[in-house]
């Protein structure tokens, strides 16, 4: 099923509305085979059969319950009226005032839990099954950059005195009747300040939400200066959407990860099909798409990226002109990354050994995990040269970063 981009079309219709190009959010790869047609249950339950996922009692429930909105979804228009016909008169003599709108738009869902819990697994297959023509799956926090992003576009047109929310709503609302969010999560003043207007005019459209989080809705930004100010979005959430907790004790991503060695050395053939191997088994597909991270305006590059893995060559992550901002992004973004060919460095590659330095100690502090094909083991990657005295605690991370504690660690976002 094709799924829509939701940075390809501009705001308002002017081609200087649009983000530039490369920020778009990356349509999610259908990754489902078999009974598409029948929803996400019938498919939960073939992967089950076949061996390919673990039988799980929340995981069912849940895929019952998503299950019943694909049901309610199919072939799903919003009917709402489009608000530029709303004149003044109209909206006057409105019998409801806005906030109390009624949309018969589906109750979408709210998926929490732990790390691991097959979250975004289910909404995937949800997501991939969904018979809504107009469909977008995006990591929450790519959808807020691209909010950004064009808010700053409108008012580089419209000017700083605009409301730019109500037509983003209107423009995001045009390109998507369903809205799949994997890593719902509220960290940052700006976004908490926006969101509640946004949502409310994405529910007075039609819009249908769907997300996965580790917070529950009433946790979210909790304990950050402004809750008050949130907490009207909060109500609005728990009202346009259903909550549903997936209990299941068993953090399936850990147990993947677990089974499977981290750092390959030598670099060869053995290695290059042990990584590739690792990759499927984190992802389910054999290839990730290309993929850019927005960092302070700019755009990282990810050569390959897939259900929270990132894919790089060594050369890629490492000789290219990046700073802390950028890693930092990266480690926070991303639960695993895989790095190819991971090469001795000699006191000529001081960059790219700084720069080395730089990811790895992002990854470790973010607990975000390696899995690597190198030269050598870590000791011995960089001996002689401008920091390498400093590249002794790298070595050391890295050694610790292959181990069961670490790989069981939760990945910090
Ligand atoms: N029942 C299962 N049997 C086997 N593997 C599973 C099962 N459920 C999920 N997985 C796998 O476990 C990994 C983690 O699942 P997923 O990414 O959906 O978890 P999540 O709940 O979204 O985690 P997070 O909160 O960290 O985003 C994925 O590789 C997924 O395919
Ligand atoms: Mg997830």
Same mark, same amino acid.
């Given at each position: 099923?094709?799924?829509? @981009? ?16 490369? %920020?778009? /959010? #990356? ?83 709210? /998926? ?84 509640? +207007? ?6 007075? @459209? ?28 909060? #109500? ?17 991503? @850990? ?18 099909? #042990? ?31 897939? @259900? ?35 090469? +001795? ?9 700084? +720069? ?39 070595? %050391? ?17």
């Amino acid at each position: 099923m094709l799924a829509i @981009r939701l940075s390809e079309l501009p705001m308002d219709g002017s081609p200087d509305a649009q983000l530039p190009a490369g %920020s778009a /959010l #990356a349509a999610h790869p259908s990754s489902s085979n078999g009974t598409v047609g029948e929803g996400p249950l019938p498919l939960y339950r073939a992967r089950v059969a076949a061996g390919k996922l673990a039988p799980d009692q929340a995981q069912e429930m849940a895929a019952e319950t998503l299950q019943d909105l694909w049901r309610r979804l199919r072939g799903y228009e919003p009917t709402q009226e489009e608000p530029e016909k709303q004149g003044f008169l109209s909206r006057f003599f409105r019998r409801k005032p806005v906030e109390e709108e009624q949309n018969p738009a589906p109750i979408g869902l709210y /998926l929490v839990g732990e790390v691991g819990r097959g979250k975004s697994m289910l909404m995937d297959l949800f997501f991939d099954t969904a018979d809504v023509t107009r469909k977008q799956r995006i990591h929450f926090h790519q959808f807020m950059q691209n909010c950004h992003g064009r808010i700053h576009a409108w008012k580089k047109i419209h000017g700083d005195t605009a409301d730019p929310i109500g037509p983003l709503a209107d423009s995001i609302a045009d390109e998507a009747a369903l809205l799949c969010f994997d890593e719902f999560q509220v960290h940052d003043i700006v976004d908490a300040m926006i969101l509640g +207007r946004l949502f409310q005019g994405l529910f007075n @459209r039609g819009t249908v939400i769907v997300a996965t989080s580790n917070t529950a809705p009433d946790d979210l930004f909790k304990g950050k200066p402004g809750r008050d100010a949130f907490l009207p979005f909060i #109500a609005l959430i728990k009202k346009q959407v259903n909550v549903l907790f997936l209990d299941s004790n068993r953090d399936y991503r @850990r147990a993947r990860i677990q089974g499977l060695p981290t750092w390959h050395a030598p670099a060869d053939a053995r290695a290059q099909r #042990a990584i590739d191997k690792a990759f499927e088994e984190l992802t389910g597909v054999a290839h990730g798409e290309p993929t850019k991270l927005e960092v302070l305006g700019r755009k990282v590059e990810v050569p390959q990226a897939a @259900r929270g893995v990132a894919r790089f060559d060594f050369v890629e992550l490492c000789g290219k002109p990046l700073g802390p901002a950028d890693y930092l992004a990266l480690a926070t973004h991303f639960h695993t990354i895989v790095v190819d060919g991971v090469p +001795r460095l000699g006191p000529e590659n001081f960059d790219k050994a700084r +720069r080395f330095i730089t990811v790895i100690d992002a990854m470790y502090e973010h607990r975000c995990k390696l899995i690597a094909s190198a030269d050598a083991v870590p000791d011995q990657l960089y001996e002689r040269g401008e920091n390498a005295a400093m590249f002794e605690r790298t070595a %050391s991370r890295l050694m610790e970063m292959q181990s069961q504690d670490y790989l069981a660690l939760p990945h910090l976002t």
